[in-house]
């Protein structure tokens, strides 16, 4: 299995609500990252974990929140959002010092 | 700070012709990344480059590194419709599982 799946796809939500983005991977990958990516930009990092752990936090509002519960899965918790949040959101598995596999993303619109 | 820039920024060529787009970074790194991103759609994997003068070939796009000028080229021979994307090159910081992205090409190739 070589995918990485992230749910859902699209998410649509207001300043007030409370969501989750998930992402899975059973490729047996020990990193795994967070991005979000606005339109004709490259993708930002937010959150890397590896071994379980968080190991980066690129200085993201604590409006996310993120959560490894096992070396399969990734949660990304959001909470009062922004407009500005709104953008695509890429979940990501690697290796150490190797090449990413990414998810579909989820596009996040907030209202 | 880390930079990873690209250029062109945008490529629109004809089919038939070839063209290389170029990725510069500021830092030392042994290994270097190419993905390719379709409108909406998420990343894709082309090249992982792992050391100095790498090279690495799939159908038209052609891939090399050299790390001495940290320099990284992409090779279209011969476009076609089909390559219309958005093509991003990536470094990660050795020790870290930290990943920069270039600036991105939007490469358009005309029937």
């Known amino acids: 299995d070589t995918e990485v799946t992230q749910t859902p796809k699209h998410l649509v939500m207001g300043m007030t609500n409370k969501k989750s983005l998930k992402c899975e991977q059973h490729m047996g990958h020990r990193a795994m990252y967070w991005y979000k990516q606005k339109a004709k930009k490259p993708p930002e990092l937010m959150f890397v974990y590896s071994y379980e752990k968080l190991s980066i936090n690129e200085s993201v509002p604590s409006r996310f929140s993120p959560e490894c519960p096992n070396s399969s899965l990734l949660n990304l918790h959001l909470h009062a959002l922004q407009p500005e949040d709104s953008a695509l959101y890429l979940c990501?598995?690697?290796?150490?010092?190797?090449?990413?596999?990414f998810g579909p993303g989820t596009r996040l619109t907030v209202l | 700070e880390l930079k990873v820039e690209q250029n062109p920024l945008f490529l629109s060529m004809q089919e038939g012709k070839n063209y290389t787009i170029y990725c510069n970074y500021s830092?030392?790194?042994?290994?270097l990344y190419w993905y390719r991103q379709d409108p909406g759609k998420s990343l894709e994997s082309l090249f992982v480059?792992?050391?100095?003068?790498a090279v690495k070939q799939e159908g038209r796009l052609m891939a090399s590194l050299d790390t001495k000028a940290r320099l990284s080229t992409l090779h279209i021979t011969a476009a076609v419709h089909d390559l219309s994307a958005t093509y991003f090159c990536a470094v990660d910081i050795s020790g870290t599982y930290k990943y920069i992205f270039g600036t991105g090409t939007r490469l358009k190739v005309l029937a």
């Open positions: 480059l792992l050391s100095n003068g």
């Open positions: 990501a598995s690697s290796q150490p010092a190797y090449e990413q596999f």
């Open positions: 830092t030392t790194s042994d290994r």
